[in-house]
Each structure stands twice: as C-alpha cells, then as structure tokens.
C-alpha cells in the first residue's frame, strides 16, 4: 500500500527560510505535489514536480526531489506570516489521477 | 475562470438524516474527484468520476455513500442516514481531460452530524 510521511509541525522566524519534508514508499509515484491550507479553506496547489526531475524553483518555492530516498523538501525562502498555514505532500502515478497525501505540516511564522 | 465550486460551505445534519454536497468543476473540467478529510488529518481519496460514470469508487465506504455527475448539472455526493463518524470536510477537486494537468480543489464542505 502506499504511505506518505510528514512531520507534524514546523516554527520558523519572519525572514528565515523553512524546509518541509516528506517521505514516501511508492516507487511508482511520477507526479509529487504540494498543496497549502489555510484554515477554513481548501487546498491551493503550490508546484508540482516529475518523478524525472531532481529540482523545480518556482520564486520562493525550491522543491527537491530525492528518488533513491524516496524524499521530497519543499523549500519556502523569506518566510513570511502569510505563509502560516497546514502544507500537504501528495502523489499520484498520473496527472489528474486519484492523489494519496501525507497528513500535513503546520507551518507557524513567527513574527 | 471561476474556479471548483462546492456548497454548502457548512452542513449541519442530526444522526440519521441525509447529506447532499454539491460540486460544480472549472469550466472545460471533465473529471471531479471528491476528498475527505477528517480532523487532524490528511485527504483521503473517495471517488473519480466522468461524466455520467464512476470510474474509481475504491475509496468510498460500501454502505451509505454514493456519488453521481449527471450530463447537466454538478456533482453530487450523498450520504444517507448519516453518522457522528462522517463529520469532516469533504472536498471536491477536478482536473480537465488528459494526463499533464493537476487537480483544483474547492473550499470544501464542512459536515457536522450532531
């Protein structure tokens, strides 16, 4: 079966750059995403990567893709409060196809 | 380009009543995908349909839900005699034809089965 893992929480300071992290087991997965959530509203879709890429930037947003260790980062620079809020890793075996996602990293900036 | 639309955006039910949760994808969007996502927790995948067929129900519990996307009109996901256990926020997403185009999700719509 397919698992997707994130940790739970993350604090970072005004200015200062996160790193969100996410592993997974199914190796067939071709197309990683990552969502953001803010509360009481639905998921807005960040960037997205091929499982043929090693890197995708996006502005702020750098994510890394690590096949062997099966990892994903996703990389936000100049953190800033707007971007407090819950952030989802999710894969697929095919764009527009069902997506299994990780329970989510709340992300809290701090002033 | 209006984006997914899902209503109602808060749905209060008593135990044993039955929920409607309606979805209108993107304009140009054939596939719609319906989400659940309970408290502290991630999305969990229900349902794909197409127009006027179910393609992957394997998320959907066998009892009680069932969904439909009718040639006119949006989707609709059911739950009948609904349960304190079905509480949470069921999100619609939709994806137009072909394989290079990710999901759009809707604002969801939060369930509460006092």
């Known amino acids: 079966g397919e698992d997707v893992e994130q940790s739970l929480f993350l604090s970072v300071r005004e200015g200062d750059s996160s790193v969100i992290n996410c592993t997974y087991t199914?190796?067939?997965?071709?197309?990683l995403y990552w969502y953001k959530q803010e509360p009481g509203a639905g998921l807005q879709l960040l960037t997205y990567i091929f499982s043929n890429m090693d890197m995708k930037q996006d502005q702020r947003l750098t994510v890394l893709l690590n096949k062997k260790d099966k990892h994903l980062s996703l990389r936000i620079a100049d953190t800033q409060t707007g971007d407090s809020a819950i952030y989802f890793c999710a894969f697929s075996r095919a764009a527009g196809n069902k997506l299994t996602f990780g329970g989510g990293t709340r992300v809290l900036v701090k002033p | 380009n209006a984006g997914v639309m899902q209503n109602p955006r808060h749905l209060v039910r008593r135990r044993g009543q039955e929920a409607r949760l309606r979805c209108s994808p993107m304009?140009?969007?054939?596939?719609v995908y319906w989400y659940r996502q309970l408290p502290e927790e991630g999305l969990k995948f229900m349902v794909y349909?197409?127009?006027?067929?179910?393609?992957?129900e394997s998320g959907m519990p066998k009892e009680r839900f069932s969904a439909e996307f009718p040639k006119e009109g949006p989707s609709i996901l059911r739950i009948q005699q609904v349960v304190r256990g079905d509480s949470a926020a069921y999100f619609c997403a939709s994806s137009p034809p072909g394989r290079d185009s990710p999901l759009h999700f809707g604002n969801g719509t939060r369930l509460t089965v006092t």
């Open positions: 199914d190796s067939s997965s071709t197309y």
């Open positions: 304009k140009g969007h054939s596939h």
């Open positions: 349909l197409q127009k006027e067929n179910i393609i992957d």
